[in-house]
């Protein structure tokens, strides 16, 4: 359970303007649907997706490495990490195994198989969307696991699109489209206060000397 006291006291050090925009950000974070990119080489592909899903708020991003284990790019990601859940998995059995314990079909993203097209999505169902490798796509583990392929309609010569220009794609459709429905789709209050609290401690420098100062006036009260 989160302390409200404590975590009331803690936004006391956040300047107004982070207050209003934790309160207006807030609400319109969603675990209905989320990410997961497979051994993206190029690193700023993957920041830039961690980009995308906090610009559309997306609370939670997959990132599987079982060829390349990198530090996130932070300068590109200009600090989406701090605002994203990001949970790291060594293989993709892993990752996908956890999904679907979550109750998360498994979406395809890929524009080689048809099957559906953006507009056709069912935006109703938990989902995650899968990203891959810039020159090979998703792996055939993917595939193979895969509820559902999604492809982007294109009319050009290009037949595909780089991963981020894809996921921001998809993800304004996907989560636009979910607002316009009856779906309970947002976080639930107890797992809102638990965000407020992880942006506030990602915010103020010295938040354990903080902390422990607060309970230490408690005590003597």
Same mark, same amino acid.
């Given at each position: ?23 207006? /950000? ?6 209905? %649907?989320?990410?997961? !990119? $497979?051994?993206?080489? *190029?690193?700023?592909?993957?920041? #830039? ?73 069912? /935006? ?6 899968? %990203?891959?490798?810039? !020159? $090979?796509?998703?792996? *055939?583990?993917?595939?193979?696991? #895969? ?75």
């Amino acid at each position: 359970m989160i302390d409200l006291n404590l975590l009331e006291y803690l936004e006391t050090y956040l300047t107004e303007l982070r207050r209003e925009k934790f309160a207006k /950000v807030l609400p319109q974070r969603t675990k209905h %649907f989320t990410v997961a !990119t $497979e051994d993206v080489y *190029q690193l700023h592909n993957t920041s #830039a997706v961690i980009r995308s899903c906090d610009a559309f708020g997306i609370k939670e991003v997959n990132i599987i490495e079982e060829r390349n284990s990198k530090t996130i790019d932070r300068e590109i990601a200009m600090g989406a990490q701090k605002w994203v859940d990001l949970n790291r998995y060594q293989s993709v059995n892993d990752c996908i195994s956890d999904l679907k314990q979550k109750g998360y079909q498994i979406v395809a993203t890929t524009p080689h198989t048809n099957n559906c097209e953006l507009h056709e999505f069912d /935006v109703t169902k938990k989902a995650c969307f899968f %990203f891959g490798r810039e !020159t $090979e796509g998703l792996s *055939q583990e993917v595939l193979d696991a #895969a509820d559902c392929y999604l492809k982007i309609p294109m009319v050009g010569f290009t037949e595909s699109l780089n991963i981020s220009v894809s996921a921001a794609i998809i993800l304004q459709h996907v989560t636009t489209k979910l607002k316009q429905t009856d779906i309970n789709w947002e976080l639930t209050n107890e797992e809102k206060l638990e965000k407020r609290l992880d942006w506030v401690k990602k915010t103020i420098k010295s938040y354990d000397e903080i902390v422990e100062r607060f309970y230490d006036n408690q005590s003597f009260k």
